[in-house]
């Protein structure tokens, strides 16, 4: 029990003092406390006090007694990793792990168990623990992070900008994204800062500081915030009280009022704009007022008739006075009639006379407001200056009417169209053109006339119009004529402008194009059928001048010749041809021309872009005039090339495999599907005492021995149903004179064009030398195996007198009275230290032997390599007092395929020399890594290092680093770790630094 409360309290009285009744502190404790005997199995919990009595809410019914009850109790998600919480705590001595058990039928609660391991001699004997309920701390811990997720999921949710302060402070703590978003700040420019900062006014500032210090509370003050970009904003804030993460805080929430504050200033700004805007406008403002008799006119009526200003100058009849006396009377009608049928809105036009009897043109818009009773009130309105677009009118009268004595003079069709695309004026050519007299198409729109697939593009084509009025659009579309027929019609347009630069008309001409357009298109038929076969074509088809120059080429000349159309045309073919072949090309040319062929072929070489030259097959000839004239050469030209490059090369193969074979000791032979000899080489008659035509069609099965005809036979089927290559067999053959040769033989298939199977191809050689050098190592290997049991058996039992002698003195000296020669005694062990490193050397030398003789097997199995790794290591650390190797593991650990046996001997001879050559260092440690098709096993440690200069032999047998100094090893070793690996198809590796340790890798692949 001291472990326990020594870890748990730090400090207690001896268990042993009379004075303290020990029972009652442990009965009195709310933890159950107990203790594990690990000397007696098997191992059984011992209570210290009640268990049962101190588990809440009295569902706990029966406590484990024995390790497996409580393993069963544990929630099978937390069984394994408690399993290796106890493996640590064997390790280190203590632990502190959480994890949920069972505390009644599907009741499963929170505990954490603190323990501490009683050691003697280095052995555990007794496992001391403390186990405490902590299930409704953690409840309450996350119902507290609940909670605060929870106001956090609220305030983000929100519209408005919120933030969270402390009260202490005043420094933000939190702030939602739409904060963060509307003022263009990150966290780490507001949050730990004080939020009085931010407020800019200083009047408003301190009144919302003094509120909040009085009342504690804020409601809708009007402040003033400066974000990162040093942009004011106004906000309305609302600040209250909130207890946020256990912190006395403050909530705030802003809602922007920078857009109230602007139409408040807008509004202020208002009034002095419109006097602003009355007194700078071209037009003049006028109002007047019936019920108080009262009258405006702004200061430009009086500057545009040069008239004196006069106060109050209108009456009831209001602008009537200063009018034309030929628009006055018309102009009090109008007024009389809009005030009699209460209607609001006055528009006129008018002359005024101003100074001198000059007459202005004004265009007059006013709104008249109505009392209760129906009675005019007010009038405002305003007058605009139309004398120069009254004579512009005039002007465009004048314009219009040379307009159409032109357009009823031309053969094209003219119209005008509103800006609503209604037909305002129609030539008298319409019916030529479109089938329409000009009456007839003027109560038509342009839908009626323009077949429905074109009609949105012309649509198009006015609409840009209307964007752009400066533009001219040329379209052609098919109308319908009244007959019903559909013609193709060609217009050229454009908008026709005011001076203000508006559209007044569109202004169109139009021809009928039918004829164009069918002649038109049977050129492009034709164009395109020729377009279409020469651009989906391979090869490259031309049209040249009688002088050779190209005039189109198909775009395959790129593919092929590296050329870009462009490139080519204008060029003449012969700037291109290989100067051997262009003689032979220019006449077959001339000879082309001259006879006027129709086709003709040609293979010459071309010059690649590159520089290379390409072979090109052309085939082509004249084409001529309607008259029989030649006017072009057409030609068509493939690569040839790779064939004829192709030729080339099976032609020297044929020779190389002539040459070969004709000169090869081996004998090389061609078979046909049935095994019979197509070809064969001279050297078969060196083999079996043959000729080439003894055995040219002959079945050369007739020669091998009958116990391997079966195996052969299936061999050559194989051969040629799998379509192998390089099959190796061996049999025996029967020579002329009767004698059998052992040979090995090498199939190969020989496939045509198809992939099909046409011959196969075989290679004899005579291996009766080979055959008497296996037999040789065969009868080596056996003696070598022979020794090596001999030897096993020879030495170990000598070996085994001598230590059995030297431990029987050993105990005799120890058993004297008398002082014993001390040198005796040390004597004895150098014997027993020699002993042990002879039989070391003697186990590393009989493994490897068996290596050699082929004696070790790999006996593979699914197993936990994590778990080889942690018993290697508590093994062989036995030998180094208070000394280890931490484990690590990369990936997802598994199950792994490999021959456990071998592996920990590898592990375990890596981890000795770890611990062996860093004696005074940090511990080694070894890192698993787990890969999706490979396994690293990585040993670190931190000693002596490895020379330079000994790194290249470190594999080799009996090879040791210079600087190992006397500490114990045989310097095979690694030499066997290396033998095991490669047993397993993997590699091991190393790096290492003099001084500063080494790493070895083993590298494993995962199958």
Known sequence: MENVFGHATGKIFSANEKMIDFSSVVNNLSEVVWSIDLTVEPYQFRYLNDPISRVPYGSYQKAPTTIDEWQQQIHEEDRER??????????????????????????????????????????????????????????????????????????????DPVFISTRKDGKAIFANEVFFDVYGMNPGEFLGKKVVQFYQNFDTRKTYLSLLAKEGRVQNHELVLKNKKDESFWVSASTMPLDFQNEACYITILQDITFRKSLEKDLKDSNERYQLAVEGTNDVIWEYDFKNGTSYLSPQFWAGLGLAQETNPLDDNLLSRYLHEEDRKSFISTIQGRF???????????????????????????????????????????????TSLKQARSKLQESEAKYRIISQNSSDCICLHSPERDFVFVSASSFDVIGYKPDELEKLRLRDIIDEEYYESVKACISEVILNPKKKIVISFKAKQSNGELVWLETHGGAILDQEGQIMYFQTSTRNITARVQAEDKLRESEERYKLISQNSHDIVSLMDLEGKYLFISPSIKDTLGYEVEEMLGRSTTDFIHPDDLPGVVEAMQNTLSQNTKMSEALFRFRHKNGDYRWLEAKGGIINSEEGEPIYFRSTKVDMTDKIRAEQMLKEKEEQYKLVSENSTDVIALHDLDGKFSFISPSCYRLVGYTVEESLGTDPMAL??????????????????????????????????????????????????????????????????????????????????????MASHEFRTPLTTIQSSNELIQMYLENQIDPTNGKLTKHVSRIRVELERLNSLLKDVFTLGRLDVGRARVNKELTSLTAIAKQV????????????????????????????????????????NALKYSEGCPDPEMTITYAEDSIDIEVKDFGIGIPDKDKEGLFESFSRASNVGDIEGTGLGLVIVRQFVEMHDGTITFESELKKGSTFRIHLPNR
């Not at 931490?886 to 000795?912: C, F, K, P, W, Y």
Request: net charge positive; proline share 2%; with cysteine.
């Open 82 to 159: 408690i399993l290796d919480e106890y493996v640590n705590v064997l390790n280190n001595g203590y632990g502190s792990y959480a994890y949920r058990v069972e505390r009644g039928p599907g009741n499963y609660r929170y505990v954490r168990d603190r323990v501490k391991v009683l050691y003697e001699d280095e052995k555990p004997l007794r496992i001391d623990g403390i186990t405490i309920d902590i299930d409704d701390i953690r409840k309450s811990r996350l119902n507290l992070e609940l909670s605060q997720q929870r106001l956090k999921s609220i305030v983000d949710s929100l519209p």
């Open 340 to 386: 009699k049928r209460h209607e609001e809105d006055l528009e006129t036009e008018c002359r005024f006379i101003g100074e001198g009897g000059k007459v202005i043109w004004v265009f007059i818009k006013a709104r008249i407001l109505y009392d209760k009773k129906g009675d005019p009130a007010r009038v405002v309105g305003s007058l605009s200056n139309i």
């Open 704 to 789: 091998i021995n009958k116990e391997d005809i079966k195996r052969v036979k299936q061999v050559f089927a194989d051969t040629i149903a799998n379509k192998s290559q390089d099959v190796q067999t061996s049999y025996r053959i029967r020579k002329r004179d009767g004698d059998y040769v052992p040979v090995g033989v090498s199939l190969t298939s020989v496939l045509d064009d198809k992939g099909e199977v046409q011959y196969v191809l075989s290679s004899t050689r005579d291996i009766t030398e080979i055959m008497k050098v296996i037999e040789k190592e065969r009868y080596l290997n056996k003696l070598k195996s022979s020794f090596i049991s």
């Open 873 to 912: 290591i508590l093994e062989t650390s036995v030998g180094f007092k208070n000394r280890g190797v931490a484990v690590n593991t990369v990936g997802d650990e598994r199950q792994v395929n490999l021959d456990s046996q071998l592996i920990s001997h590898a592990m375990s001879n890596i981890v000795l």
